[in-house]
């Protein structure tokens, strides 16, 4: 069965500084993993995804999402946080097959001070 | 172009009632998930459907829960004699289907059931 673990409910960065949001999957195949962002009473905005193509993916927003086999894991990073992007973040997983449902982990709330 | 909607935004039924939420996908994805957040448990599969085929029923809770979809497109998810651990976020996905997964799932905005 597939799963995910958000490491980290809650992290506090300052305004410009590095974000990392920290996410690692278990998967039985070839996964396609996902981060999508969720601002205060909105749905859920895809940031990014890797299917399998190049192991460095960038979304928008000035994130990306390195896929690393060999440590199951698909950690979300920026260089410079800004304050727009206090959110919460949601890493999911989905098998390499049509139709099938995303497994999300718990979720990691970004706050950014000035 | 118009993203996934549901209706009601929110809504506040008392134990016991029955309760129905309503997505409306984006045009053309064939593919329709709905998704269940709630506070400690995150968010959860619910039900998938995909075209004609029958329903992917999987993450339903329990047999009070239920959903259809007609014609392809409108999706109604409802919950029978609710329960004050049927309160929740509930969310809506659509998406283009292929032959492999990965395609992106476009959310919509959610409805909030309080049940009292």
């Known amino acids: 069965a597939q799963s995910v673990t958000q490491l980290g409910s809650h992290v506090s960065v300052s305004e410009g500084a590095l974000v990392l949001l920290r996410c690692n999957y278990s998967s039985s195949v070839p996964p396609y993993l996902f981060w999508y962002v969720q601002y205060p009473n909105q749905g859920l905005q895809l940031l990014l995804k890797y299917t399998s193509a190049a192991t460095l993916v960038k979304g928008i927003n000035g994130f990306e999402a390195e896929f690393k086999k060999s440590e199951t894991s698909f950690h979300l990073t920026k260089p410079s946080a800004h304050m727009s992007d206090a959110a919460e973040y949601f890493c999911a997983v989905s098998e390499n097959q049509a139709g099938t449902a995303l497994i999300f982990g718990k979720g990691t709330t970004l706050s950014v001070s000035s | 172009g118009a993203g996934v909607s549901q209706s009601p935004s929110n809504k506040v039924t008392e134990k016991g009632k029955d309760v129905e939420l309503r997505c409306d996908p984006i045009?053309?994805?064939?593919?329709l998930y709905w998704y269940r957040q709630s506070l400690g448990q995150g968010l959860e599969f619910l039900i998938y459907?995909?075209?004609?085929?029958?329903?992917?029923k999987s993450g339903l809770p329990s047999d009070r829960f239920s959903a259809e979809r007609t014609g392809g497109s409108v999706s109604t998810l409802t919950i029978q004699r609710t329960q004050q651990e049927d309160s929740a976020v509930y969310l809506c996905?659509?998406?283009?289907?292929?032959?492999?997964?990965?395609?992106?799932?476009?959310f919509g905005p959610g409805t909030r059931l309080t049940v009292l």
């Open positions: 996905a659509s998406s283009r289907h292929s032959g492999r997964g990965g395609n992106e799932q476009f």
């Open positions: 459907f995909q075209g004609n085929s029958a329903p992917d």
């Open positions: 045009s053309g994805h064939t593919a």
